[in-house]
T-cell receptor, first 117, second 114 residues
Framework: GAVVSQHPSRVICKSGTSVKIECRSLDFQATTMFWYRQFPKKSLMLMAT?????????EQGVEKDKFLINHASLTLSTLTVTSAHPEDSSFYIC?????????????FGPGTRLLVL | AQSVTQLDSHVSVSEGTPVLLRCNYSSSYSPSLFWYVQHPNKGLQLLLK??????LVKGINGFEAEFKKSETSFHLTKPSAHMSDAAEYFCVVSNTGGYQKVTFGTGTKLQVIP
């Protein structure tokens, strides 16, 4: 089946630094990728939708200058958390969509745990 | 507007006994409903989906769920738990319009006791 990877799986950084998270579709091309954030004991919240070759669409309340998304190729999207602060600590999950719209065509990565000290 | 509530954050069952993970939803329209499973360090995997066809939906690994509109429920069941079923399960509701809005539940952690 379709496989999506994320790198790194976990990262610890100092407050004020920037962190880049990669999301790759390993065996298919994904014109659309999604970034989610999961707080402890909370549901996944969609942060943004990333389309290859165009600007990402951010959900209401998500700071686009804080969470920079780049979808430079059909197999790679990156999320950069700029000037990270402790409140940015969370579990970030990406997904890549293969084919037509519909959540069932989204394949999820294993997630990246970010801890900002 | 739509929302989904997973009534139990943690469920513990003995191996070989039935599994019931509860999910209630609210939606202003006819929704699509899904169950996903997340094993440690793995991505979310689709278990099954309801998209307005048969109300009893069968998924992978012996799981099934029944859509009950009158009760606004979509509970996940399995007749006999296996150790490999231990994971986190998410109930998801989605609209079926042009702009797809997806809402995840808060998850239920299933523990299977040998």
């Amino acid at each position: 089946g379709a496989v999506v990877s994320q790198h790194p799986s976990r990262v610890i950084c100092k407050s004020g630094t920037s962190v880049k998270i990669e999301c790759r579709s390993l065996d298919f091309q994904a014109t659309t990728m999604f970034w989610y954030r999961q707080f402890p004991k909370k549901s996944l919240m969609l942060m943004a939708t990333s389309n290859e070759g165009s600007k990402a669409t951010y959900e209401q309340g998500v700071e686009k200058d804080k969470f920079l998304i780049n979808h430079a190729s059909l197999t790679l999207s990156t999320l950069t958390v700029t000037s990270a602060h402790p409140e940015d600590s969370s579990f970030y999950i990406c997904s890549a969509r293969q084919g037509l719209a519909g959540i069932e065509t989204q394949y999820f990565g294993p997630g990246t745990r970010l801890l900002v000290l | 507007a739509q929302s989904v509530t997973q009534l139990d954050s943690h469920v513990s069952v003995s191996e070989g006994t039935p599994v019931l993970l509860r999910c209630n939803y609210s939606s202003s329209y006819s929704p699509s409903l899904f169950w996903y499973v997340q094993h440690p360090n793995k991505g979310l995997q689709l278990l099954l989906k309801y998209t307005s066809a048969a109300t009893l939906v069968k998924g992978i690994n012996g799981f099934e769920a029944e859509f009950k509109k009158s009760e606004t429920s979509f509970h996940l069941t399995k007749p006999s738990a296996h150790m490999s079923d231990a994971a986190e399960y998410f109930c998801v509701v989605s609209n079926t319009g042009g702009y797809q809005k997806v809402t995840f539940g808060t998850g239920t952690k299933l523990q299977v006791i040998p």
